[in-house]
């Protein structure tokens, strides 16, 4: 019988192992070549800058902001130790609407986009982060507020693929969303995320169009959402 991931939550010293899995992963989703079309150009700057998202990410995990959460299996060579083989990124209530005005409170803000990065097509990341921002407002928070989880990523080692743990990894925040009497689940899917989704009951709320003035290329991706009552 095949094991089944564990989860648990990340802690800082995991960033190498978020970002060995995001590097190999995330490619496959087409928004990552989108937005970072000259990473085989620039490794170097590619995984500097993977890291330090991770490493954001992980501190907005600190001021409650994000719940990262890693799947891990027992290692092949010595079946004692475990390796960690997927992750997601859930965004919390209390961070999804914008505060203004109010310095006391932590800023949950997503990780910046560091544009001076030389992998990434600046104006992609803006284009792309703008029109995200504005269909997550109209589709999810104008909805449901705060009262959502929203999971802004997803990935699996593609050596450990098919193996449960995206599934796991996606039950556990509705597990955490039906505890806290939640009204929904929220995400943007990528093509091969899509599947999965639908398997677990989410639904198509629209298609996300992302494309900068005076490039061919664009980019659609569905915003879904699970519905708890
Ligand atoms: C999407 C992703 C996270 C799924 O992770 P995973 O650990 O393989 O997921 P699971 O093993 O739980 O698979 C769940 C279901 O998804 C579907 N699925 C996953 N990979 C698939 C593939 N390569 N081809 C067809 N269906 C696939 C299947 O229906 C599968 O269930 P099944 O194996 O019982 O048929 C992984 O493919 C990935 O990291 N992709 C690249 C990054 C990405 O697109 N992330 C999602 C961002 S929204």
Request: charged share 25%.
């Amino acid at each position: 019988m095949e094991i089944k991931p564990a989860l648990r939550r990340a802690i800082k010293s995991d960033v190498e192992a978020i970002s060995r899995i995001a590097l190999a992963s995330m490619a496959l989703d087409p928004q990552w070549p989108y937005r970072f079309p000259l990473a085989s150009v620039y490794p170097e700057d590619h995984k500097k800058f993977t890291r330090i998202r991770y490493t954001e990410y992980l501190s907005n995990q600190d001021i409650g902001a994000f719940d990262i959460m890693l799947a891990e299996l027992p290692s092949n060579e010595d079946p004692s130790t475990t390796i960690p083989i997927a992750f997601a990124i859930w965004q919390l209530p209390g961070s999804h609407i914008k505060r203004t005005g109010n310095k006391q409170k932590p800023s949950t803000k997503p990780p910046s986009d560091h544009l001076n990065r030389r992998d990434a097509s600046p104006v992609r990341m803006q284009q792309f982060r703008k029109t995200i921002s504005k269909a997550k407002e109209e589709w999810f928070d104008n909805r449901f507020g705060e009262s959502q989880m929203c999971l802004t990523t997803l990935a699996t080692h593609p050596e450990y693929m098919r193996r449960g743990a995206g599934s796991a990894l996606c039950e556990w925040g509705i597990r955490k969303a039906v505890a806290e009497n939640l009204k929904a689940v929220t995400l943007f899917s990528s093509p091969m995320g899509k599947r999965l989704y639908t398997k677990l009951g989410f639904r198509q709320v629209g298609l996300v169009h992302t494309q900068v003035e005076g490039e061919e290329e664009f980019l659609e991706f569905p915003g879904m959402i699970l519905e708890l009552k």
